[in-house]
């Protein structure tokens, strides 16, 4: 569903910065629909169910467990039926918010689970095609280049029309301190103060921050927010229950699969101007930060 949002950067920055990044010598690799079947089918998953962004899990690690919390969820997450047209979600996660707090209860489901196939955050049982793909290319893409800026670009979480450059805790805070007169500008959140964030087991960052252990590899990502977390969790749950319950033309499963893309992004005109105008800036400052010959950033 990101990759809608992924695709219109990409696009308009082919468009209007393709000749600048062409002559400026530094290499710039754009990973285009990892998930097809998510585009065609207005999933957030492939054809297995699996989030692919839980499924890059790191050599020596297992596709099993999933974090404290999400089996206690599994029947608020995951009823086995289709969705209703008056379901209270908002309302039945409220007393679990306040018990267990916003922070540890979004931990808990969208941390990465290997325990219920058809749940929501499904990493997968075994690697996925689309990591296999990535790891026969993504050297030949990258190619001998040691300095590396990889900027992961996500839609839904955040204040409507405004995104957080999330750092990785990878990379060094005083690498961020040097980078930030580039960065000028740019809401850059440490992990130090990442309050509203969370950690996600199986990330293609940090897969592909291990493949190339060793070069200047920086990690961050880019959050562009749209509606509220509660309300694009309301949405994946439908989503996902239409498709496994649910019957493909009925009209449930549409408004379902409809409301799902407004919510990761959404179709004003306002939002998309703004959110592309400030992916398109960050996107040219990070290439300004690769150009510069100080070595220290």
Known sequence: ??????????????ATMGAELAASGVRIVFIHTLNPYGFAWSRHVNEDNIDLNRNFVLEGEQYAGCPHGYAR????????????????????????????????????????????????FFGGRAQAPTVRILADHLPQWIGDCERVLHLDLHTGLGKWAT??????????????????????GHRIILPQSASGSYRIRGG????????????????????FGSYHPIRVLHGLRAENQTHHWGRSQDPSTVRAKRRLRELFCPGDAGWRKQSLAQA??????AHRLL???????
């Open 280 to 285: 398109l800036a960050l996107l040219d400052a």
């Open 204 to 223: 293609l960052g940090h897969w592909t921050a291990a493949w190339f252990a060793g070069r200047n590899y920086q990690l961050s990502y880019t959050e």
């Open 73 to 120: 969820l599994d029947s608020l997450l995951n009823p086995p039926r289709p969705p209703r047209w008056q379901d209270a979600v908002p309302l039945r996660a409220l007393p679990v918010i306040l018990r267990e707090g916003l922070p540890a209860l979004t931990q808990a489901v969208v941390g990465g689970q290997y325990d219920f196939p058809k749940g929501l």
């Open 1 to 14: 569903m990101e990759g809608f949002f992924g695709s219109a950067v990409q696009l308009a920055a082919l």
């Open 291 to 297: 150009g510069a010959r100080d070595d220290a950033v």
């Open 163 to 184: 995104y957080q450059l999330l750092a990785d805790d990878l990379t060094p805070s005083d690498w961020w301190s040097r980078a930030q007169p580039t960065l000028s």
